[in-house]
């Protein structure tokens, strides 16, 4: 059975940095598509960034936040600096796998707060 597990989330003031970590059991990342989403209150869930032949990113958080991978920890990173207040989020990580099998974290809760 596939797990995400996600960790690393928190309170942070406005201008700080968090990194989130999303560990894979029973998918090998390197053969799925990785990726990060987000859902604050009373919005859909978004696409943050997504790694896989390439990263991809949504236009706001370019220049901000990195996505990488670690494939002998089969782990994903998600470094997230210069947070802003709307940064204020669930972050859930997730994979795709064959195209078409979709999997989800439980998601970490990301406070940008002073």
């Known amino acids: 059975q596939v797990q995400l597990v996600e960790s690393g989330g928190g309170l942070v003031q406005p201008g700080g940095s968090l990194r989130l970590s999303c560990a894979a059991s029973e998918i090998i990342i390197s053969s799925a598509l990785m990726g990060w989403y987000r859902q604050a209150p009373g919005k859909r869930r978004e696409l943050v960034a997504t790694?896989?032949?390439?990263?991809n990113y949504a236009d706001s958080v370019k220049g901000r936040f990195t996505i990488s991978r670690d494939n002998p920890k089969n782990t994903v990173y998600l470094q997230m600096n210069s947070l802003k207040s709307e940064d204020t989020a669930v972050y859930y990580c997730?994979?795709?796998?064959?195209?078409?099998?979709?999997?989800w974290g439980q998601g970490t809760q990301v406070t940008v707060s002073s």
């Open positions: 790694i896989g032949g390439k990263t």
């Open positions: 997730n994979a795709i796998q064959y195209r078409s099998l979709i999997y």
